[in-house]
């Protein structure tokens, strides 16, 4: 069994910073795949951005720039380093992983930017 347990939401000012984590323990051999999905309000769930067991990262348009993502594979841990936060950033952000065919998925923590 795996579990993702995510950390590092809350409430931000516009502009303002945030860095979420999520850690996976279980029965895990290798992870391939590290995402970040994101939901709004009355919205689907969104790609947010994705790296790969080799480092290579792939961003939705409207974080370019503003989002970073990076792992720490001896963690079994993925980060979402979001810096010049937008109200419209205003999600549930959930983390995802796949090992082997699985794709598993975090609970979810609630960002808020709001002044």
């Known amino acids: 069994q795996v579990q993702l347990v995510e950390s590092g939401g809350g409430l931000v000012q516009p502009g303002g910073s945030l860095r979420l984590s999520c850690a996976a323990s279980?029965?895990?051999?290798?992870?391939?795949?590290m995402g970040w999905y994101r939901q709004a309000p009355g919205k689907q769930r969104e790609f947010v951005a994705r790296?790969?067991?080799?480092?290579?990262?792939k961003y939705a348009d409207s974080v370019k720039g503003r989002f970073t993502i990076s792992r720490d594979n001896g963690m079994n841990t993925v980060y979402l380093q979001m810096n010049s936060l937008k109200p419209e950033d205003t999600a549930v952000y959930y983390c995802?992983?796949?090992?082997?065919?699985?794709?598993?998925w975090g609970q979810g923590t609630q960002v808020t930017v709001s002044s």
């Open positions: 790296i790969s067991s080799g480092g290579t990262t």
């Open positions: 279980g029965s895990i051999f290798r992870i391939a795949n």
């Open positions: 995802n992983i796949d090992v082997g065919i699985y794709t598993y």
